[in-house]
């Protein structure tokens, strides 16, 4: 069972609400050359959310950004370039967020995949509360996406998350060898691992190439985006027992030795 999140004695933060970004010339004309089709209350739902994220950040560590033009392409467009790798996954797919921190791919890709179901798995506390409300009924009110404030490796052992989700994706959360570890025992054998890399992205599969041998997890495809590269990965049977180890560890040892930076 995932540990229990022990409560919190300080009051719950209030969080800002009301307000809303429309979208930028530069994030509208990339997701048309990208073949983005979003409906207007989805490009709505969309802009409440990166205002919520942009207010909440300036009194909480969500997000570094503070330019709403950067933010819609850095953040908003940037998640949803993975929109063409999970397409081929059926109606009421099971996706789960890794590291979301802030929502980050996981809360666009909800809004602009309604037939999908999101878990956002957050290990911070107060990250885990600010998602709650952003996907709560005062806020964006996404009946498909839930939060799991939980850590990834704890994630991974549960019996009712191991093997449970058809694609797992991750965004800036650590170099390959490190992230396969905790995303790969999450998904079924046949399912997907979409992960949001740079341009070193390249050396981080040469490095993890042992961990993915270990995770039976073999890379099928990179796509360059017109913001990184996406590193797609197929779970070919079940993640041996061992894995994911123990809090931490994959992060202080990665499998397979060194991996470069993310």
Known sequence: MTKPTKPDPRPA?????????????????LCADFGLALEPAEIDQLGRYLWLLLETSKSH???ASKDPAEAWVRHIFDSLTLIPALAELPAGSRIIDVGTGGGLPGIPLAIAMPTMKFTLLEATGKKAEFLRHAIGPAALGLTN???LSSRAEAAGREPDRRDAYDAAVARAVGPLAVIAELTTPLVRAGGLIVL??????DDELAAAKAALHLLHATHVGTVQTPTGRLVV???Q??????????????????LGGTSPRA
Not at 13 to 29: E, I, N, V
Not at 196 to 201: P, S
């Open 13 to 29: 933060p209030a969080f800002p609400s009301g307000g809303s970004l429309g979208p930028t010339p530069d994030f509208t004309r």
């Open 61 to 63: 560590n969500l997000t």
């Open 145 to 147: 996406a839930d939060v």
């Open 196 to 201: 949001v890399k740079g341009e070193r992205a």
């Open 233 to 235: 990965l197929e779970k």
């Open 237 to 254: 049977r079940l993640t041996p027992k061992m894995y994911p180890r123990r809090d931490g560890e994959p992060k202080r040892a990665p």
